[in-house]
């Protein structure tokens, strides 16, 4: 126990077998997160550039694509450049901090994002009233602090018990579920308390989700006309992708009993909660917006003028 308790250091033993397997994991993370990089950067930019798109819903938007660069990047780079699969103790605590905090504020804000549509489309006329700048600072101010406070308190909790089980983590980052079974069984308790309540809060916040889009749903079918239809599939249904996918993996990863857990299950769960939403969020929530699809248009565009001018200027110097 003392050794265990005493180590300095975790190895993260994910993709760690064999060499081919190795060179499988550096190029398909570079790739996904090359991806997010550019998808998000994209969004990211457009918003902040594009004052047709400065409205609550594209304010949450950019909230959240920040916060999967953010989530992406605590995990991937560390993954892809640690050749000996180590990381400090206090490296591991960090990154379970910010991989928390910014996953947590993001299903805060997928929570935001779900009442915004609903004002909008069950109450339109309310709108400006509800969803005001100063409301909407607010809501996000209370995201970003609740996640804060959450992710500080569940990873000083995590870090303050004694380990027995050793310093090897079965998996390509630093997840809670890995990083508990290392500690001893009789200070377990707490943290299960922890994530009791963990599951409680985030069980509520889904069925807020829930509870927005069946009202969403009745307005519509109440007044089923094209442009309602329209409104209602193209900024609600990418949506709804996003919150299943992100809220599905992650209840299966931190949720299900010991007896189904495997290895090869874990890593896939851990991939596809914490790498593929961040690389797809933008694609899903492109797809069907017009509005967003033609200012990234706009921006690309307005990219290649102004290098063609260089260039040119370059040229005739």
């Known amino acids: 126990m003392s050794n265990a308790s005493s180590s300095t250091q975790f190895l993260l033993l994910a993709f760690a077998d064999t060499r081919e397997l190795q060179l499988l994991h550096f190029w398909l993370f570079l790739g996904i997160y090359l991806a997010a990089l550019l998808g998000n950067g994209l969004i990211i ?4 550039c594009d004052h047709h798109l400065h409205t609550p819903m594209y304010f949450f938007l950019l909230n959240l ?26 490296g591991c605590a960090a990154q379970v901090f910010f991989f928390l905090f910014l996953m947590s504020a993001e299903f805060y804000f997928l929570t935001i994002m779900a009442y915004d549509r609903y004002v909008a489309i069950c109450k339109p006329l309310h709108y400006g ?4 700048s100063r409301a909407c600072a607010h809501m996000a101010a209370a995201a970003w602090g609740s996640a804060f406070l959450y992710a500080l308190v569940h990873t000083a909790n995590t870090f303050s018990l004694p380990r027995c089980q050793g310093n090897a983590v079965d998996q390509f980052f630093c997840e809670l579920p890995q990083i508990l079974k290392l500690f001893c069984s009789e200070s377990y308790l707490r943290e299960v308390v922890l994530l009791v309540f963990s599951a409680y809060l985030g069980f509520g916040c889904f069925v807020f989700i829930v509870m927005s889009y069946v009202q969403i749903f009745r307005a519509v079918l109440r ?19 996003v919150v299943s996918l992100f809220v599905s993996t ?12 495997s290895p090869s299950l874990d890593l896939v769960l851990a991939v596809l909660y914490s790498v593929v939403p961040p690389a797809v969020n933008p694609l899903i929530y492109s797809m069907r917006n017009q509005e967003l699809q033609d200012a990234v248009c706009k921006l690309i565009t307005g990219w290649f003028s102004e290098a063609i001018k260089f260039f040119c200027i370059a040229a005739v110097m």
């Open 45 to 48: 930019t457009v918003v902040a």
């Open 250 to 261: 992650a209840m299966i990863a931190y949720l299900k009993s010991p007896s189904i857990s």
């Open 65 to 90: 694509s920040l916060l999967d660069l953010g989530s992406i990047s605590t995990t991937l780079p560390k993954s892809m450049a640690s050749s000996a699969r180590a990381i400090s103790f206090s």
């Open 129 to 132: 009233t509800l969803l005001g």
């Open 223 to 241: 007044n089923p006309s094209q442009q309602g239809w329209h409104k209602a599939f193209s900024t609600c249904l990418p949506h709804l992708a």
